[in-house]
């Protein structure tokens, strides 16, 4: 992952790896024929540790898929073993068939992966209310358990792709006070993605161990500030799937409050920014990253105007355009905040100020055309008040993301 | 106005006229050089009678541009007797000067119409953030004041114009019991257009005489089914105005709870429609027009449902693509019932069910393509429950609107 952001603070003592799964865990990606094109579309992802603690995090949407519910209610949550994840087929609003689908699903991949089926989560991503094919996974599934390996994270994170360019992974090597552990993940998503959930679908393993409370915390904590606080079109999924698994392998410790927490809670926070963030670098037809932090106010406030300027296809097609028209950020967040006129709104885009108290203020042109021009762009929204701060990072809006959503299914 | 659509019911007793002012009212339309094309964007328009009355709404933004901000607190808004209205230039985001600018604007037009400046609204619609050049705007009041005409309305109209490929002009004789009288409106807007406030601007005349409380009632009644019920992309203005004036110089009194009330009230909800529509028809880079229309659950439940929907780019690019991917339909209404799962939704696409109750419904593919390639489209959502409705119009999402947005100001 050679991707970098200076939105993201690199952790201390930690070495990128090429690739490569923690001790404990093998995966595999193979094709199964979900996919038209033939691709690699279903991947599976084992831990060989009985002792394997997980947390999870799911979409907070009024329609879930099957797989989300039948991994909510079916599995231990805090020990997850094995992951069986399909793209190409949502398997949502799907009804009762799709909620047997998914169980057969659980029950192959339980058998392939020698673990109990309350131990197997099960995602899928693609296009929704198309019944699954369920003999090709369960085909595929056979197949990936001939290929598992170690060094299977590549196929894997290949296999969960739907319209993403490029696939999502990273691996890490960690030494923590108590000793060196690693940590790999591998995310997909770029369309339907927006913050106010966890993300389409992300999953991290490592051979540190960890209580299931600390795996929870650390888990949601770093969901909060990572995928929660990305946007490429505002549409919550119907499928978002984010599970974290601690083998143990190394025998190396995290426990509650100790240094190594911190130290493996910065490492899982600056790997799940990095992921949400080529998410958003991935957004369906997407050329530029912007980064929106509003600060005043209260809580409500800077979450409902960060996410209506991250929203805004005005903005989002200004950013497209490299078009400093921050005008649109004004009305983006006027909207948002209905009834609260006059608002004293600060603006500045890259270090320009450009809007103080309401009012435009004079800057130079040509810099503020040069500052968004640039790969990732920031705005910062200030509010009368102090005290909070949000951020949401968010794609541009482009003629390609028409193209691939005009012409999806058809 | 040759359009008609199937969701405006046309108003009894009503012919419809090539064009023209009610009794009692001229307007104007010149070029001031505010638009760079030197195309009109200077508007005035007066009513003779001392005795006019009127009603007016204003976007609820937080963010207020500085003509809404002095007609609300400088005009007796239920005796305006003249609008001077500009495009390309919003006077928005413009502090002190901007206000000062505004007033400047009222001045010259109350001394150009012969009434006194709190009868004067003023409206801006254009760029944000960008002091008005006033000295072009008070030229072109004098300038509008020699062609002031009862024929005015078309000039009018097109002054108004920004993005606008079309102006939105309706003009409508009306047989009451108690009398004929006419009204016309005069409306703009294709981009920043979405619901919960009034419109961009919208202007309507009669000669019919009403008492200050019913032209407010009416007009409050229809813009709530009109222009609070379209969405283009679900961007609130700063400078969203509609003004109702009613002359009384037909001699025909509408009185309160009348036969004579209800049926102005419904021609003026069909006229507001129909120009509501002509809006999101004209909305930026726009090919079809979909009608979502909720029902059941809660009044909340189904406004909050029937504005995902069509705030959506993922149904939105759908719609352009003529693509009948029921699943982001019931993606939009998932994520905007958080934490609502399981629902039971039922989705109907140009009355082809493609879901009952939260699953797929076997139909024939054919049938919903040919549905979905024509100019209108509707999507019918059922929530579990009863009693609640709500509709909103909106415009598919094309590579237009992308061109149009990327490249507004540079």
Redesign the interface.
């Known amino acids: 992952m050679s991707f970098t952001s200076r939105w993201v603070e690199p952790p201390a003592d930690a070495t990128e790896l090429a690739g490569g799964l923690p001790a404990g865990f093998r995966a595999a990606g193979v094709a199964c024929g979900l996919k038209p094109s033939g691709g690699l579309d279903l991947g599976l992802l084992v831990s060989s540790a009985p002792e394997t603690v997980s947390a999870a995090r799911f979409t ?5 898929a099957a797989p989300v ?1 039948l991994t909510q209610e079916r599995c231990r949550l805090d020990g997850i073993r094995a992951v069986v994840a399909n793209a190409g087929n ?1 398997n ?7 909620l047997e689908d998914a169980a057969r699903v659980q029950g192959a991949a339980a058998m392939a992966s020698g673990v109990s089926e309350d131990r197997v989560a099960v995602a899928s991503t693609g ?5 699954l094919d369920t003999d090709k996974v369960i085909r595929g599934i056979s197949d990936a358990r001939r290929e598992l390996d170690g060094d299977g994270d590549g196929p894997f994170g290949d296999a969960i792709r739907t319209t993403d360019k490029f696939a999502k992974c990273a691996s890490l090597e960690l030494v923590l006070p108590s000793g060196t552990v690693r940590l790999s993940a591998q995310a997909k998503g770029a ?2 993605i ?1 913050p ?1 959930f966890a993300t389409m679908l992300c999953f991290v393993q490592t051979d540190a161990a960890l209580e299931p409370e600390t795996a929870d915390l650390l888990l949601g904590v770093c969901v909060k500030r990572s995928f929660d606080r990305i946007s490429v ?6 499928n978002d799937t984010a599970i974290l698994m601690a083998s143990g392998a190394s025998g190396v410790e995290v426990a509650p409050e100790s240094e190594d927490e911190l130290r493996f809670g910065e490492a899982l926070d600056a790997l799940l920014r990095r992921l949400a963030l080529l998410i958003v670098r991935d957004g369906e037809g997407a050329k530029r990253v912007g980064r929106v932090v509003v600060r005043g106010g209260d809580g409500e406030a800077v979450a409902r105007a960060a996410r209506a300027v991250a ?4 903005v989002k ?2 950013l ?9 950020i ?14 004293a ?1 600060d603006i500045a885009i890259e270090g320009v100020q ?2 103080s ?4 203020v004079p800057h130079d042109p040509a810099a503020l ?1 040069a500052a968004v021009a640039g790969s990732e762009v920031e705005y910062a929204v200030g509010l009368p008040g102090e005290g909070a701060e949000d951020e949401v990072f968010f794609s541009d ?3 390609e ?10």
Chains 1, 2 share one sequence.
């Open positions: 907070r949407s009024g329609v879930l519910v949502a949502a609003a799907t009804g009762r068939r799709g296009v929704i209310g198309v019944p369309g339907m927006s106010a079109d505002g549409q919550l999924s119907t929203g805004s296809p005005l097609a200004a497209h355009g490299g078009d400093p028209n921050w005008g649109r004004a009305q983006a967040v006027g909207g948002a905040l209905h009834d609260s006129a006059p608002l709104l450009v809007c108290g309401g009012a435009a055309a809006l482009s003629h993301y028409v193209t691939i959503n005009a012409e999806y299914t058809t």
